[in-house]
């Protein structure tokens, strides 16, 4: 076959592939995600394959069931004390009174009138206590219980089907680890088998690393909040629950951290204003907004380099262009599965395109 069309036709079983791919992009995350663990839980289903009962080795169903099993214990154990911190902060929340609120929100209020007047911005005519009252107390109105209720059904519904379809996949994955390969191949025409063999290997290590990294990163950004809260004199309860917010709301690139930490300045403020009157609000909010720095500048120089340039061996700025292109083409989601894809393409692209310069180029460190 001549090779130009033999790289036309790679280059568009690739697109195809690709669209694919992100047409059933929910459950390509969910198989991502299975692997990943399988891959984690693979040396202890071994350990326990080992063990002999009877004369015996236990089987690798049991096995597999063991370490998913363990895998539940420990996500149920995280939820186990995170879920009673929430429900009582929404409690909380919800009791405030707004006016106590205001009242302390008054002071600077007033000087950022006086600010924007004297650059010729006149609020005079608004009654920012009126107005900053019914806005908090719209919030929290309960007009938006139902919608409220209706996002939460929403998003316990659709986080069942996820831990479902991770939980079947992960089972058999840990059970069987050639069977993802074997999925793979049975699809892949003989001629590109070993290609995409080295294909699935280089990917599975550098997504492990990825994922594994991740983890750390989501844990090292917890603990780096809430060691800060508690330092400022944040209750633990809050220091914890706000902690975890933002560990794992920073797995949205750039941004992520900045929304838990404006979670977390709404939860306290409100907390400590309606909780100690006496207490100096704004010192509570820029305590916080100097713990998230902190934990952005540590997780910025120290964490995430390590693990989105060392995992997926990709120089930062390339990271940086990744993410901001998919997040500008698919928002959040894409900032968040940049990484995972921009890896697979890299390796894909590697094995089948290293012939030109500019792959080359990017690819010379995998």
Known sequence: MNRHLRLLIIAI???????????????????????????????????????????????????????????????????????????????????????????????????????????????????????????LESLMSINLLPGMVSGITGTIKELGIALFSISFFTFFFLKDHLLFKSIVMAVVPDRYVG?????????????????VGMLIDVFAVFSVVTIGLLIIGISVENAVLCGAIVGFLNIIPFIGSWIGGGIAIIINYLDVVTTSPDTNGLLIVVGILL????????????????????SVNAHPLEIFAVILMAGSFSGIWGMILAIPTYTVLRVVAKEFFGNFKLIRKLTKNI
């Open 195 to 211: 290609e995409v063999e080295v294909i699935m290997n280089k990917n599975r290590k550098l997504l492990t690393r990825y994922f």
């Open 13 to 135: 079983g690739t697109i195809l592939m690709i669209a694919g791919l992100w047409f059933f992009r929910q459950i390509v995350v969910y198989i991502i995600i299975s692997v990943v663990l399988s891959i984690i839980g693979r040396p202890l289903v071994t350990q326990i394959n080992r063990i002999k009962l009877f004369g015996k080795n236990l089987s690798t169903a049991f096995g597999a069931a063991v370490t998913l099993t363990l895998f539940w214990f420990v996500f149920i154990l995280i939820f186990y004390n995170l879920i009673p911190l929430l429900a009582y902060e929404t409690k909380h929340l919800a009791e405030i009174d707004y006016t106590t609120v205001v009242v302390q929100l008054q002071q600077p209020i007033f000087k950022l009138k006086d600010l924007l007047q004297h650059y010729g911005i006149n609020l005079n005519y608004l009654d920012t206590t009126v107005y900053f009252r019914e806005k």
């Open 291 to 310: 713990t998230i720095l902190v934990a952005k500048l540590l997780d910025d120089a120290f964490f995430q380099p390590i693990i989105y340039s060392t």
